[in-house]
Structures are given as C-alpha cells and as structure tokens.
C-alpha cells in the first residue's frame, strides 16, 4: 500500500514536471503553439500577380494597377457600394464591416509574394478593390469567405487585363 502510495506521488510529481517544463518553454518563447491547430488563429498568405496587359490606359497600353487587399466582418457593403464611394474613402463606405487594409500596386508582369499573416478574431472576408482606369467596364471588386481560426490560406490575388480574380487554397 505505501509503495503504491509513493509510486503515485512521484509519477504525480514527474507529470507537474512535464507540464512546467512546457509553461517554461512558452514563457521563453511566446510562438511555441498552445493548443491544436482547431483554436489557432488562421493565417493568409498571400500571391499577388499582374498579367502583362493589365489595365490598359486610353492609348491600350497596360499600366500599373493600384489596388487594396480588405479585411472585413462581412461583405454586403463592399458587394453594393459603387466605384466612386469605395475609391473616396474606403474605411467611411464599408462602416463597421471594415477591419483593415492594405494598399498595393504592381508593374504589368509583375508578380509579388506576401507571407502569411496571422487573421484577427473579427476577420470573416477578404476582399478586393482595384482601381483599373476604366471602372465601368471592369470587375473591380471580388470577395472570398475565410474562416478565423484553424485554418492556413494561400490566396492569390491576380489581376488580369480588366478583371480581378480572388482564389484561396487552403493548407
């Protein structure tokens, strides 16, 4: 009976052993992952590439095309806001769905690699607006869902003559 006594205590004291160890090495290094991949915050990498005849101007020449990748709550605002109020003051036409962004441009041809980035709790889209020089004959907006936790994305944003195109993959 005491042997079994003292075998559970040590084995008990071994295991709170394990256990500090690992709040030692977390401690030590806050990127050490806690918890299965399910609770993580999800993460995007993104591709960003420009065809070589992208937004041709009035001559049909192509020329470099500024555009914003969105992070936002929901996407109903960006789906139906216009050209003019989303390129004034993108933050004021998406009101509370707006969470961030980031501003890009790329050369005709040009490609562009962004690594991943680690998806804030509130992020449920990703979007798209490209300001090609002729909006009104352009599909200058495109919108992906994306969950927020548990999972890896690879997104490529890819810019054609007079369209953008928005794919995700995920890991």
């Not at 961030?100 to 980035?117: A, I, M, N, S, W």
């Not at 997104?155 to 993959?169: F, N, W």
Request: net charge negative.
């Amino acid at each position: 009976m005491l042997r079994t006594f003292l075998l559970s205590g040590v084995l008990l004291l071994l295991s709170g052993c394990t256990t500090m160890g690992k709040m030692a090495d977390v401690a030590m290094n806050p990127d050490i992952q806690v918890g299965s991949n399910d609770s993580q915050p999800s993460t995007a990498g993104f591709s960003l590439l420009a065809e070589p005849d992208v937004n041709p101007n009035e001559s049909g020449e192509a020329a470099p095309i500024e555009f914003q990748i969105v992070m936002l709550s929901e996407d109903s605002k960006l789906l139906a806001t216009d050209y003019d109020q989303v390129t004034a003051d993108l933050e004021k036409s998406l009101g509370k769905n707006y969470i961030d962004h980031q501003d890009y441009t790329l050369l005709p041809g040009q490609f562009k690699y962004l690594p991943p980035v680690k998806l804030d709790e509130k992020i449920r889209y990703i979007g798209v607006v490209a300001r090609y020089a002729d909006p009104d004959s352009a599909e200058w907006r495109k919108v992906i869902k994306v969950k927020n936790t548990g999972r890896a994305y690879q997104i490529l944003v890819h810019l054609r003559l007079d369209e953008v195109e928005l794919q995700k993959e995920e890991e």
